[in-house]
Structure formats: structure tokens, C-alpha cells
């Protein structure tokens, strides 16, 4: 497996990397990062929750560092186009935590809210602009920003902008970009009207794709249990006392709940052990290694934290809830099903989760008949 080291990312960025808990690159990053680094336009055919953000996020914070943003009158060198608040609300949080070491500053601009602190931002001088076409349109025909500096223009979920709209806006804005810059295009799919758009604006691009997430699923059984949220712990216990000699991987969206998770195991005297982002490194490694050795039979993981487990034959995924983006899930359960083994995937889903599940199957193109608790 790739470390971030042989990427040739910089030891700020590293750093930041490191307190975040990030492992080992994802296959998108292992992809963009070298080509954005070496100043090519990159064409990514992406889905969120592939770690895209840190694909383009990451060459550019390095390439700004290199370039020396402290001390200087700070202009918008690196603009950063997404459809909606929510991502770039995101990104801006992702620039804030890989740049924290560089001296690299950003700002965020969204409709929906009064101007005045995003103009306040922009005029104290930022190096990033992450912004949404309407707003970044209406702050520029105002004046408050000027993008002839730009040199690294990146067009974020370019498939999203079309369904919202937005290609128009991007249209009118690509002549006001500097000629010479990088630009870095993704998009979960590629429809005729996106790729015209990337031949016109990208300059030789190099194209990365990483496999769409939901067509991992297929060679997964999956089941799904409708639970109250009071009833999960038992049935974890009752299907882990079932399923005796299995290694099982154990999902929690939060770390606490998968501290909870393993106390509760523990005194059901099944042995296991949590991983999260709190504990250090060497814990987890341990932690990883006696999973890995079938030493400890459960572990509960964190989604950041099951990042860089890679088991080849792991026979069960139990999601104990649901996460928060459907992505995940696939990614979660991908963790079974590797390398043509057989793998299971079992998902303990509240009256509450029970949206995040219908929007999961969408995403899947798959629809779970629940398992009925008496039944079994
Ligand atoms: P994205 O596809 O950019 O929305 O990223 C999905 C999630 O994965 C975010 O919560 C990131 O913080 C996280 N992430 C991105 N890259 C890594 C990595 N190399 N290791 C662990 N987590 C990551």
C-alpha cells in the first residue's frame, strides 16, 4: 500500500495529515495527487466520499506553500467551484485542516446568508476561494473580487452543477480565469453535456477514475434489521454468540459509540476492541494487528478509522448504525466480499435511520427485504 511519503506531499501537509488520522492514501489520491502536483489538468471521474476533497485540496496547498503566500499582499490564487453550501462548507473544512501548518488562508462564499462577513474575509486577503456559482457571481459583479491571479481553478461534482443548472454561470465565468492555470475537473459521471464542457475547458488532461462506489456491492449479501435503537445491543450480542468463530467488523458512526460498543461486548464476555481517531497510533496499529491475527474476534471501527484496514478475508461487516452519508455504507461494506470471497453484510437500522436507509438503496440500486427479528 502507497503512504503519503512516496506522494511527495510536504511535511506541513503531512503533519496535518497525521492529526486528522489519515493513513494511507485513497485510490483517488494515490491517482490526482502526483498529476496535480506536477502542474497537469486532471480530469476525475469521482464520487464524494472517494476522498476527492484531499485530491485536489492537497496538491493545491503545496503547490501555493512552494509558491510562498506569507508576507505578500494575499490575492485569490486557487478557486475552488462546487454546487452546493453543504460541500462547500466541507471543503472549506478540509482546506482549513490540511493547510493548518502552511500559512495558506481560504475562505468560504455561499447564498442563503447575508454578505457582509464573507466580503469582511475577502477583503482581509485569502489565497483559496471556495464558492458556489450564484454567490461568487454576485460578490464579483459587486466588485468585491477580482480572479486574475487565479492559477489553479478546480470545478468540483461538474455533473451536480448541470442538474442544478449552474453550467451557464460557469460559462460566463470561465473567460474572467487567467488563460494560464491549472484546472482540475471532477464529476461522479460523465454525461455528453460534461465531457464537452472538460474538452473545452481542460488543456491535455490526465484522466483518473476510480471505480463508482455503488458497483461494489453486487458480490456482498447484504440484510437489514429494523430494531429500535434500545433493542441493537442485544441483537449484537445474540448474532455475535451465533456467528462463534468469525472475524467481524463492527461499525459505529461515533467514537464514543464505539468505546460503548466494545464496553458493552466486553462484559457480554465476547472479546473485542474499538478504533477511532482518539487513540494514538501505535493503539491502533495494535488493535489492528491482533484483528488482523484473529486474536481479537470484533472490532469496532469509526468510518476515518476503518480507512486503512484492508483485510482480504473478512467474512462479516455489521453496521450498528447508520452513517450519516449513503457512500459510506458501500464503503463500509466493502470491507467484506474482497478478492472473491464470500462476505456478509448485516445493518441495524432505527425508526430513525430509516430515511438514510431508503436513500442508501437508492444509491445501491438494491432493496432489502428486512429480516424479522422472530424469524430467526
Ligand atoms: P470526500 O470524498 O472528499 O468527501 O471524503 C470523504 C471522507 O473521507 C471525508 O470525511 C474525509 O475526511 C475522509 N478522508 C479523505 N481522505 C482520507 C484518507 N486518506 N484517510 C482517511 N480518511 C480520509
Do not use: W
Not at 298 to 314: E, F, H, K, S, Y
Request: net charge positive; glycine share 6%.
Amino acid at each position: 500500500m502507497m503512504t503519503f511519503q512516496e506522494l511527495n506531499i510536504s511535511e506541513p501537509i503531512l503533519r496535518a495529515l497525521a492529526e486528522k488520522a489519515y493513513e494511507t492514501p485513497t485510490p483517488i489520491q494515490e491517482k490526482a495527487i502526483p498529476v496535480a502536483l506536477r502542474g497537469k489538468d486532471l480530469l476525475g471521474t469521482a464520487q464524494t466520499g472517494t476522498g476527492k476533497t484531499a485530491a485536489f485540496a492537497i496538491p493545491i496547498i503545496q503547490q501555493l506553500a512552494r509558491q510562498g503566500v506569507s508576507g505578500k499582499r494575499r490575492e485569490i490564487t486557487a478557486l475552488v467551484l462546487t454546487p452546493t453550501r453543504e460541500l462547500a462548507a466541507q471543503i472549506g473544512d478540509c482546506f482549513q485542516d490540511y493547510a493548518r501548518h502552511t500559512g495558506v488562508r481560504h475562505t468560504v462564499i455561499f447564498g442563503g446568508v447575508k454578505q457582509k462577513s464573507q466580503t469582511d474575509a475577502l477583503a482581509r486577503g485569502v489565497d483559496v476561494l471556495v464558492a458556489t456559482p450564484g454567490r461568487l457571481n454576485d460578490l464579483m459583479n459587486q466588485g468585491f473580487i477580482r480572479l486574475d491571479n487565479v492559477r489553479h481553478f478546480v470545478l468540483d461534482e461538474a455533473d451536480r452543477m448541470l442538474d442544478m443548472g449552474f453550467i451557464a454561470d460557469i460559462k460566463r465565468l470561465l473567460p474572467k480565469l487567467p488563460k494560464e492555470k491549472q484546472t482540475l475537473f471532477f464529476s461522479a459521471t460523465m454525461p455528453p453535456a460534461i465531457a464537452d464542457l472538460a474538452r473545452t475547458i481542460l488543456r491535455n488532461p490526465v484522466k483518473v477514475e476510480v471505480t463508482p462506489v455503488a458497483s461494489v456491492v453486487d458480490t456482498i449479501e447484504q440484510h437489514l434489521y429494523l430494531v429500535e435503537k434500545e433493542q441493537k445491543k442485544e441483537l449484537l450480542i445474540s448474532l455475535l454468540k451465533r456467528e462463534r468463530e468469525k472475524s467481524v467488523l463492527v461499525f459505529s458512526r461515533t467514537k464514543h459509540g464505539a468505546d460503548r460498543i466494545a464496553r458493552i461486548l466486553t462484559r457480554a464476555g465476547i472479546g473485542s476492541e474499538a478504533i477511532h481517531g482518539d487513540k494514538s497510533q501505535g493503539a491502533r496499529e495494535r488493535a489492528l494487528a491482533n484483528f488482523k491475527s484473529g486474536k481479537t474476534r470484533v472490532m469496532i471501527a469509526t468510518d476515518i478509522a476503518a480507512r486503512g484496514i484492508d483485510i482480504v478475508d473478512l467474512p462479516l461487516v455489521i453496521n450498528y448504525d447508520l452513517p450519516d452519508v449513503p457512500e459510506t455504507y458501500v464503503h463500509r461494506i466493502g470491507r467484506t466480499g474482497r478478492a472473491g470471497n464470500a462476505g456478509t453484510a448485516l445493518t441495524f437500522c432505527s425508526r430513525e435511520e430509516q430515511v438514510m436507509m431508503r436513500d442508501i438503496q437508492k444509491l445501491t440500486g438494491k432493496k432489502l427485504r428486512p429480516v424479522t427479528l422472530e424469524a430467526r
